[in-house]
């Protein structure tokens, strides 16, 4: 079935320091893929998507490139802050799908100043 | 514009009673999803509702849950019997149509079973 897979944290990481999450699919077709945050006691909020090949996704100085020879969607930002710490979540939207989500089990990214 | 409301926000029940989780999509959404939370744990996906109509129930477990979205209210995750392990996050999510439309995600109701 469809999954997704992506680094396990937490990561740490100083002020203006490079931020890289991996995540990697599975899935038939060409399903759409997300990354979502979630600050502490809130709901999920969509960072960026993307939902074909080749396509980036960008927000807030966050990108993903969609890679569909590699099966992966990695969550990149040049020069994170203190405020980027959160839970960090790729996800995708199957093909067949109506709008169901498969999550992965969630990054979490600590910046400290 | 308020956003996506959920409550409780949080919510004990002894093992044996119901729980009952509301969520109220934002204005002018009619399509509701929701997800289950396990600690350490990634969502999953549950139930997606449109008004009075289950699209895709694939995600939910076959005995004690049932979830329904009424044409006037919001729409309600009902769990029977509860269970220690039915003890995660629920979240509620609504958007404005299907395929990639975005999903907003509400605050999540933590259930707690003793």
Not at chain 1, 35 to 56: C, F, I, N, R, S
Not at chain 2, 5 to 29: F, T, Y
Not at chain 2, 37 to 53: A, D, R, S, T, W
Request: proline share 5%; glycine share 10%; aromatic share 12%.
């Amino acid at each position: 079935g469809d999954s997704v897979t992506q680094m396990e944290g937490p990561v740490t990481l100083s002020e203006e320091a490079f931020l890289t999450i991996n995540c990697t699919y599975t899935a038939t077709g060409y399903p759409s893929l997300f990354w979502y945050v979630q600050y502490p006691g809130e709901g999920l909020q969509l960072l960026l998507k993307a939902t074909k090949a080749d396509d980036k996704g960008s927000n807030k100085g966050f990108e993903a490139t969609y890679r569909k020879e590699t099966t992966s969607f990695h969550l990149e930002k040049g020069s994170v802050q203190v405020s980027d710490s959160a839970v960090y979540f790729c996800a995708l939207r199957a093909t067949d799908s109506w709008g169901k989500l498969q999550f992965g089990a969630g990054t979490q990214v600590v910046v400290t100043p | 514009n308020a956003g996506v409301m959920q409550n409780p926000r949080h919510l004990v029940r002894r093992r044996g009673q119901e729980a009952r989780l509301r969520c109220s999509p934002m204005k002018g959404h009619s399509h509701v999803y929701w997800y289950r939370q396990l600690p350490e744990e990634g969502l999953k996906f549950m139930v997606y509702l449109q008004k009075e109509n289950i699209i895709d129930e694939s995600g939910m477990p076959k005995e004690r849950f049932s979830a329904e979205f009424p044409k006037e209210g919001p729409s309600i995750l009902r769990i029977q019997q509860v269970v220690r392990g039915d003890s995660a996050a629920y979240f509620c999510a609504s958007s404005k149509g299907q395929g990639d439309y975005e999903q907003y995600f509400g605050p999540g109701t933590r259930l707690t079973v003793t």
